[in-house]
């Protein structure tokens, strides 16, 4: 049977003996006794309910409300394993990543090549009469791209679209969404670059495929962190590896690889940071791996031009 604590504070109605059959029930477990009240509201809450303040215990939600217990507002919110906020919709941004790579998917068919030439990956080419990429200032192209897709190729954005939903909607829900849209990006970028100085200046590339390489990199960390089967997110990864130095297919080996290799680095400090510094850790990894972004995107540059 659940005990009061010593030196619980008594409410005038839990003065005097009781009998077990007469304490009230705690008002978020009503089938749970409860001998402790909130010491502001004064709600009876059972020891699974009760937060320590400064004079006895307080209820979660007087302590979400920030009501001088010394906590901050949010210290009673449960987190992920990352330590991000638990979210009401954990595939939120998951589903907003799948509508903005459709609906630019749509606009690319509905425009045509004007618009896919316009924000597509290139280094260094003549387009429409001029010499354009981004070693001529247009960045730029490096995130667009991780949006657009071969409109000629229907197959090319139902299977990233698929891989992000299998994939996106499970880690973000693991990491919460501030750490899962850093990952998602870093690692597109990181695909971005090392496309950008492997590939053919003249040779376009496009697609999710650097950013989802790298959320698959972090669920292998992830499912390592955790201790589960490693074997079928291994033979995944070989299979989509095969695939990408395959002849044939005209696929961007690079931005697979460096999606990876972003994901797996940043996805280790998402789940491995150490609790007291965690958010250091973890931003300032994926501050790091931009940096090594925007270096290798200079470098490329300077060769270029």
């Not at 197959?155 to 750490?179: D, K, Q």
């Not at 994901?263 to 150490?274: E, I, L, Q, W």
């Amino acid at each position: 049977m659940d005990q009061q604590p010593p030196g619980s504070p008594q409410g005038p109605r839990d003065q005097g003996p009781q009998d077990a059959g007469s304490l009230p029930g705690c008002y978020r477990h009503p089938d749970r006794e409860a001998g402790v009240r909130c010491t502001r509201c004064e709600r009876p809450i059972c020891p699974e309910c009760m937060v320590s303040a400064s004079v006895g215990f307080q209820c979660p939600d007087c302590v979400r409300g920030g009501s001088g217990t010394g906590h901050a507002p949010a210290a009673n919110q449960p987190r992920t394993l990352a330590g991000g906020t638990v979210a009401a919709d954990p595939r939120l941004v998951t589903k907003v990543l799948i509508g903005l790579n459709l609906a630019l998917y749509l606009v690319q068919v509905s425009v045509g090549d004007s618009f896919t030439d316009r924000f597509d990956l290139f280094g260094r080419a003549l387009l429409s009469g001029e010499v354009q990429g981004v070693a001529e200032g247009q960045w730029y192209r490096m995130l667009t791209s991780m949006f657009l897709h071969a409109p000629d190729n229907p197959t090319h954005i139902i299977f990233n679209m698929l891989s992000l939903w299998w994939v996106g909607g499970p880690l973000e829900a693991a990491l919460g969404r501030a750490r899962y849209i850093t990952l998602y990006f870093v690692s597109g970028l990181a695909g971005s670059a090392l496309t950008y100085l492997l590939a053919g200046p003249n040779q376009p590339s496009l697609g999710a495929s650097g950013a989802i390489f790298g959320l698959f990199g972090a669920t292998a960390v992830l499912m390592r962190r955790l201790n589960y089967d490693m074997r079928p997110v291994i033979g995944l990864l070989v299979v989509n590896l095969i695939i990408s130095f395959s002849p044939g297919f005209n696929i961007a080996w690079q931005a697979h690889v460096g999606g990876l290799i972003g994901g797996v680095v940043v996805g280790y400090a998402m789940v491995h940071a150490p609790r007291e510094r965690r958010n250091l850790v973890q931003y300032g990894v994926s501050a790091l791996m931009l940096v090594a972004v925007v270096v290798t995107t200079l470098l490329r540059t300077a060769q270029l031009t």
